[in-house]
């Protein structure tokens, strides 16, 4: 009988799915926010983890859920940055938020994204959260030509949800080769990590001819 019992509780101390998503989805909504206002989270190795998780829940909707977490709180938190970004141009002591967006954004990239935005318009801002690193120095160059938030939020949004997809798919081709979720939240996240620094290998090599000339 204390045998039964002691089971029992252990089958009761283990967090059930519904539980598990309960506490999951606030939890990425919260860190993709913060993700995007502070662009030091690792909000995309976070959408994978998240898919591949969801991929292996019984749940129906899971990875629906996953995908609309994802993109409503990176639209939020960019449209957040944004705002605060417009502030800081309007005020004459400037502030911190716009600080940080400066200092994300160096010269070289602030010209180009400056330079594609005049020339291709929102496309550029679709694209920019697709290319890792690409999505501070596009802020700033909408910031510096003075769009209004409601000309960035409308440019912004179909970029968020392609952002969550390909993530999302990343995620999802990661957890379905391997049986245990951890394993596959592993591959994942690497997998992530390894897109996002592929395009800064690829401007590194570009660039050492330059400067060995």
């Known amino acids: 009988?204390?045998?039964?019992?002691?089971?029992?509780?252990?089958?009761?101390?283990v967090p059930?799915?519904?539980?598990?998503?309960?506490?999951?989805?606030?939890?990425?909504?919260?860190?993709?926010?913060?993700?995007?206002?502070?662009?030091?989270?690792?909000?995309?190795?976070?959408?994978?983890?998240?898919?591949?998780?969801?991929?292996?829940?019984?749940?129906?909707?899971?990875?629906?859920?996953?995908f609309v977490t994802a993109s409503l709180a990176a639209f939020l938190g960019d449209a957040a940055l944004y705002w605060l970004g417009r502030r800081g141009l309007r005020s004459r002591n400037g502030s911190r938020w716009l600080e940080a967006i400066r200092s994300r954004a160096p010269e070289e990239r602030l010209e180009q994204a400056q330079g594609k935005l005049a020339e291709h318009g929102v496309a550029v801002l679709v694209l920019s959260r697709l290319i890792p690193a690409g999505r501070i120095p596009v802020m700033l160059a909408c910031l510096l030509a003075e769009w209004p938030l409601r000309r960035f939020a409308r440019g912004n949004l179909p970029a968020c949800l392609a952002w969550a997809v390909t993530y999302q798919v990343i995620g999802i081709l990661g957890g379905s080769l391997f049986p245990e979720p951890w394993e596959?939240?592993?591959?994942?996240?690497?997998?992530?990590?390894?897109?996002?620094?592929?395009?800064?290998?690829?401007?590194?090599?570009?660039q050492q001819p330059k400067r060995a000339g």
Do not use: D, N, W
């Not at 009988?1 to 101390?13: C, F, G, N």
């Not at 991929?55 to 629906?64: I, K, V």
């Not at 994942?188 to 570009?206: E, K, Q, T, Y």
């Open 16 to 66: 059930t799915e519904s539980t598990r998503q309960a506490l999951g989805y606030p939890s990425l909504f919260l860190l993709v926010l913060i993700g995007a206002l502070v662009p030091v989270v690792p909000t995309g190795a976070l959408v994978s983890s998240a898919a591949v998780v969801a991929f292996h829940q019984t749940a129906p909707f899971s990875l629906l859920l996953v």
């Open 184 to 206: 596959g939240v592993l591959a994942a996240v690497a997998l992530a990590v390894v897109v996002s620094a592929v395009p800064g290998l690829v401007r590194r090599f570009r």
């Open 1 to 13: 009988m204390p045998a039964a019992i002691l089971a029992a509780a252990s089958v009761s101390a």
